[in-house]
């Protein structure tokens, strides 16, 4: 198949949204199917099956954009043409301003459209100040619906709790449930720690530096423990709250390591670590999680009702109540004071993530686009 796979924004492989998108492009062409890319990257100009479209520009707001890491697209009639003619489905990623502009496009020329639901609505009204309003949240949900998702052929969401939170707004909708999956080099490997945390407890929560992720919550849960001086806190990702999280994290005797990390060393990272802490109170799925759980560390997860990383607490001292630090650090006290069950704990869970492997999940994406295609097909 011709497949185009739409991307407001892409840009480097430091979140979710990302990592699904190139994790489904390079599956899509092991497989043979020819894949063409549509993006905001400059940095991308010339590659094969790559067409760039312009940034958007923002003025006063650039800095702030970039701060959080990404390129945002606007669309251009020409590129998208090109990238678009002769296709037999588009898939987009994010449903902004370019992923509209595809939509149009395909339904203007009976392409059949489907698209992915990779953005809570607080990730977008969070910017503003206003993720805890109940009503901004519902309306952000049917705005999405009506400009977009009411006319894909086919939606995917990537757990079943975003699903039935976009449902209960919107109605019932054409979806397929298909995790972004782990990719199978995240395994558990003996690596040489860092010396610089030989001694220490580490503690890894990777996620992007923004107020929606908590991570004040996990420096606090740090700080009122009676291991405070042992324990040596990891962050890995970037984002526009780095400058405030580094103040933040100066009150600890060891201040968080902050930084991104590539893929490569943040599996290296993931090994060296002795526990996972996953704070964040809005979350779709969180790869991030999953990835460190399948390397065998133990989760310690925000019991949040808007995050789907909830459900995956196999037991009681798996989870805390979010944005309670003082329930987190006994949590995480009582890990450290009983090894012997992390290690049975962490043996289940590298048993648990198996039903995520990418290879599975990618081949289920396959199948959403070559049925959905199908369907569309005149006979």
């Known amino acids: 198949m011709k497949i185009a796979v739409v991307c407001d924004v892409l840009g480097e492989e430091n979140n979710g949204t990302t990592v699904a998108a190139m994790n489904l492009i390079r599956f899509l062409r092991s497989r043979g199917h020819e894949v063409r890319v549509v993006c905001p990257d400059e940095y991308r100009r010339g590659q094969e099956g790559f067409f760039v479209v312009p940034q958007l520009n923002v003025g006063p707001l650039n800095d702030y954009v970039r701060r959080n890491g990404v390129s945002i697209a606007v669309s251009d009639d020409a590129v998208l043409r090109s990238a678009l003619d002769g296709v037999d489905i588009i898939h987009i990623m994010t449903p902004f301003f370019l992923g509209k502009a595809a939509l149009e496009y395909g339904r203007r020329h009976r392409i059949p459209v489907t698209a992915g639901f990779h953005a809570q609505a607080e990730n977008i ?18 705005a999405m619906y009506r400009l977009v998702f009411q006319y894909v052929d086919a939606i995917h969401y990537p757990t079943r709790f975003i699903r039935e939170v976009f449902e209960k707004e919107v109605g019932p909708t054409n979806g397929y449930v298909i995790s972004n999956g782990v990719n199978s ?3 558990k490997t003996a690596v040489q720690r860092p010396p610089e945390w030989e001694g220490k407890y580490v ?12 991570h004040k919550v996990l420096i606090d849960a740090v700080a009122g423990s009676k291991y405070q001086s042992r324990i040596q806190l990891v962050f890995a990702g970037a984002g526009p709250l780095e400058n405030e999280l580094r103040a933040y994290g100066e009150k600890l005797i060891h201040p968080p390591v902050m930084r991104f990390f590539s893929r490569e060393d943040m599996l290296r990272v993931i090994n060296s670590a002795d526990l996972y802490v996953h704070p964040a109170e809005i979350e779709i799925e969180a790869i991030a999680c999953l990835e460190a759980i399948s390397c065998g560390l133990v989760p310690v997860i925000a019991d949040s009702p808007r995050s789907a990383t909830r459900f995956f607490a196999l037991e009681e001292n798996n989870l805390f109540r979010c944005n309670d630090s003082s329930d987190l650090a006994r949590k995480i006290e009582y890990w450290m004071e009983h090894p012997e069950e992390k290690e049975q704990c962490s043996l289940k869970y590298q048993g648990y993530t198996r039903q995520f492997e990418q290879q599975r999940c990618m081949e289920a994406m396959e199948q959403m686009l070559l ?9």
Do not use: C, D, Q, W
Not at 206 to 211: E, H, I, K
Not at 371 to 379: G, L, N, V
């Open 125 to 142: 009204t969070n910017h503003l100040h206003l993720m805890n309003s109940h009503l901004v949240n519902a309306l952000t949900y049917k």
């Open 185 to 187: 080099r995240f395994v």
């Open 371 to 379: 049925e959905t295609a199908a369907k569309r097909r005149p006979a």
């Open 203 to 214: 503690i890894l929560f990777t996620g992007r530096y923004g107020l929606e992720k908590s």
